[in-house]
């Protein structure tokens, strides 16, 4: 008896699983590479504002969404959304204050590999004013924890994130680009012995106690006749100071003594500012030095203005860093070579749902009639497969 082999039509329907897939994704997002510190200290504010407007917004069906906002940057990488991204651009102005066209002059958009492609970039550092800084791989890894803690995470996005935490690890490890990295901490230690003369017998205030308050207090330690942490929270004031030998003061009493003061270091997150033109020139009898580190800026402005004051914000103390070029070729091949991994990843999971169809498809078949399968022609039909979907 002749056996059959099992054939199936290549114009049969294969329909793909719903889960978004990488071309889906897009990205809007204003960076210090698209606009100044004024309008960048808008954008402060936190995460869950935006996952509410995602949950509030049924028409949308978003289940995916990241958001990732650090003083450089805002911002949000969304998959699948029925929403235009003029509606997110829209949402964006409202919740930061600012007028649309204001908004539009500032944000960038992407899409697909292009918006991954950014985001691998990010998490390697290439997208920061100090090329390489490891802050950035930190934030996107508390960025992704917030986004699954608000059940915005689903297998395509999760992929994206994790593939980007790999990209920025890898490149970290592989190349130099570390080796003569300047970090906000080391700039602000070098710009105040050189301003200040060096730092001996002088009295130094930190205001704030979060990452960049810590590591510019143990920076300190020892170099300075005395280091006051200054914070509401007086057991995390208290805490940082006993690593360092220091002491705790009160926003009030801060502000009280500020006269007696040779530098203040402002790391706050406060929406408002701590310091005032009047309230820095009342009694200012020295000379004062204030670095204002805060995102958004926690100090008046006009404070620069003071005779005998010099405000630094964040902007001014990386003009003029020079731009960092070595080893640079290898750190976009390692983000290519993890884009091409995930973009692979990506058509199969579209295609698995066809490929799987059609094996049961064929097993059907063959276990109801006898038939043997040819397995050469199932191969090249689960070939024609993914390069239907590749296209």
């Known amino acids: 008896m002749m056996e059959r082999t099992v054939q199936v039509h290549t114009g049969d329907d294969f329909s793909c699983m719903n889960e978004p897939t990488i071309d889906k994704l897009f990205y809007l997002g204003i960076t210090y590479q698209s606009a100044p510190l004024a309008i960048r200290e808008h954008l402060q504010t936190q995460p869950d504002v935006w996952y509410e407007i995602a949950r509030q917004d049924r028409d949308s069906n978003l289940t995916?969404?990241?958001?990732l906002a650090t003083c450089e940057r805002f911002e949000l990488y969304i998959l699948s959304s029925r929403r235009p991204s003029t509606q997110w651009q829209a949402d964006m102005a409202h919740v930061f204050g600012l007028s649309p066209l204001r908004m539009e002059k500032y944000v960038r958009s992407l899409e697909g590999e292009h918006a991954a492609r950014h985001l691998?970039?990010?998490?390697a550092g290439l997208e920061s004013r100090i090329v390489g800084e490891p802050h950035i791989l930190c934030q996107l890894r508390q960025a992704f924890d917030k986004a699954k803690e608000a059940h915005k995470v689903g297998a395509t996005l999760s992929a994206l994130c994790r593939a980007a935490i790999h990209t920025g690890k890898r490149v970290r490890?592989?190349?130099?680009?570390?080796?003569?990295?300047?970090?906000?901490?080391?700039?602000?230690?070098?710009?105040?012995?050189?301003?200040?003369?060096?730092?001996q017998h002088k009295r130094v205030a930190i205001v704030g106690t979060g990452t960049l308050a810590t590591g510019l207090a143990l920076a300190l330690k020892g170099c300075s006749n005395r280091i006051d942490i200054v914070s509401d929270s007086m057991s995390r004031a208290r805490t940082l100071a006993n690593?360092?030998?220091?002491?705790?003061?009160?926003?009030?009493?801060?502000?009280?003594?500020?006269?007696?003061?040779d530098a203040v270091i402002m790391c706050t997150t406060c929406s408002t500012y701590v310091l005032?033109?009047?309230?820095?020139?009342?009694?200012?009898?020295?000379?004062l030095s204030i670095w204002d580190l805060s995102a958004p800026r926690s100090v008046e402005p006009s404070v620069g203005s003071l005779e005998s004051v010099r405000l630094m914000s964040l902007d001014d103390l990386i003009q003029?860093?020079?731009?960092?070029?070595?080893?640079?070729?290898?750190?976009?091949?390692?983000?290519?070579?993890?884009?091409?991994?995930?973009?692979?990843?990506?058509?199969?999971?579209?295609?698995?749902?066809?490929?799987?169809?059609?094996?049961n498809i064929v097993r059907t078949q063959a276990s109801r009639h006898g038939w043997v399968v040819d397995s050469r022609r199932l191969h090249d039909q689960i070939i024609r497969l993914k390069q239907e979907a590749a296209a």
């Open 120 to 123: 691998f970039r990010v998490a």
């Open 243 to 261: 690593r360092i030998d220091g002491r705790v003061l009160s926003r009030i009493s801060f502000l009280s003594q500020l006269s007696d003061f």
């Open 320 to 359: 003029g860093l020079p731009d960092c070029t070595e080893g640079l070729e290898t750190c976009e091949s390692i983000v290519e070579q993890e884009l091409s991994r995930l973009l692979t990843w990506s058509i199969h999971r579209r295609v698995a749902p066809s490929i799987s169809r059609l094996i």
């Open 173 to 199: 490890k592989e190349t130099d680009i570390n080796r003569h990295l300047k970090s906000i901490v080391s700039l602000t230690i070098q710009d105040m012995k050189r301003s200040l003369h060096g730092l």
């Open 276 to 287: 005032h033109h009047d309230m820095v020139a009342r009694d200012r009898s020295g000379g």
């Open 64 to 67: 995916n969404l990241l958001v």
